[in-house]
């Protein structure tokens, strides 16, 4: 039985990637309040925050953009797999499950839900461990029991380069925003991490202010464990900051699946120059 693959633009797979492995990517919308702006690429999402110093909204992707995307992989393949987002971060999945009420009898019983409890390039590693396992002789249902297990070795974690942008929309108040501004402007950083299935604040960490070479830091220690595999993705990171991360990680025994800018659903949030990496040994 052939399986096809769907999954939200939160997973971060690049895509000229999901083009090659023929995975459908519904995509989130995402807008400027009051503002006039043609958004194309999440570079411009990540350049036009700094710039103009605001916050872009995001929403779950309507039922219809899941329905259309069911209906091309139903096309193709004998059964559909639907990876999503952790489904209490957002209304993603219960748009998925929208979609799929809205199929008929048939092709309700070729499509199957799966909730990756994660978010941003950890879903990714899953989406990709999906069509892996879609290449052996294993059916749906076998799919997804692997990838029940694959999910919990997949960890997080990420530093945020300014705490304004959590502040400006509402995710860090007072009397708790102070105080973070002032860790910040010391160098140390809220780590940011997976912890019982949720992605959250797991600590702090001392980074002082080139926190790319905080993020190597802990690459390095991680990998001393044994090889990793990883993938990165990235809020507008600077070309030359960009570099120094890729060619840091290039010393390191990690093999880097991919690279890619951070899905505006996470990074209108956390704010330009935010950096976040899965990995799984």
């Known amino acids: 039985m052939s399986v096809g693959i ?22 989130y919308p995402v807008w400027f309040p009051d503002e006039d702006i043609n958004i194309e690429t999440p570079e411009e999402i990540y350049k036009q925050m700094r710039e103009k110093e605001m916050t872009a909204k995001t929403s779950a992707p309507p039922p219809v953009r899941f329905k259309r995307a069911y209906q091309k992989q139903l096309a193709k393949y004998d059964h559909v797999l639907v990876i999503l987002l952790y489904k209490e971060f957002s209304g993603t999945y219960d748009s998925a499950e929208n979609a ?42 076998d799919i997804v029991s692997n990838l029940e297990e694959f999910k919990l070795s997949v960890k997080l974690f990420a530093f945020i380069e300014d705490l304004k942008w959590l502040i400006k929309g509402g995710r860090l108040r007072e009397p708790w925003a ?7 402007k010391a160098g140390v950083r809220p780590a940011i991490g997976i912890a019982n299935g949720q992605v959250k604040m797991t600590g702090l960490k001392v980074t002082g202010k080139d926190y790319i070479k905080a ?30 991360l ?23 949030h956390t704010g330009p120059g935010t950096i976040m990496v899965a990995y799984n040994y």
Not at 219 to 231: F, M, N, V
Not at 249 to 265: W, Y
Request: proline share 5%; glycine share 6%; charged share 25%.
């Open 6 to 27: 769907v999954t939200d633009d939160a997973s971060n797979i690049p895509r000229d990637l999901t083009k090659e492995l023929d995975i459908e990517v519904v995509e």
């Open 100 to 141: 799929w009420d809205r199929l008929d009898d048939t092709s309700r019983n070729r499509v199957t839900l799966f909730d990756s409890t994660l978010a941003s390039v950890a879903e990714g590693l899953v989406v990709l461990k999906a069509h892996e396992l879609t290449k052996t002789d294993m059916g749906p249902a």
């Open 178 to 184: 102070g105080p973070a501004l002032a860790l910040q």
């Open 215 to 244: 993020m190597l830091k802990e690459l390095s220690r991680l990998s001393r464990k044994k090889p990793l595999t990883a993938a990165v993705a990235h809020a507008g990171l600077p070309q030359e900051s960009l570099m120094r």
């Open 246 to 268: 890729k060619q840091g990680i290039k010393g390191m025994d990690v093999e880097l699946l991919f690279t890619a800018q951070l899905t505006p659903l996470i990074g209108s």
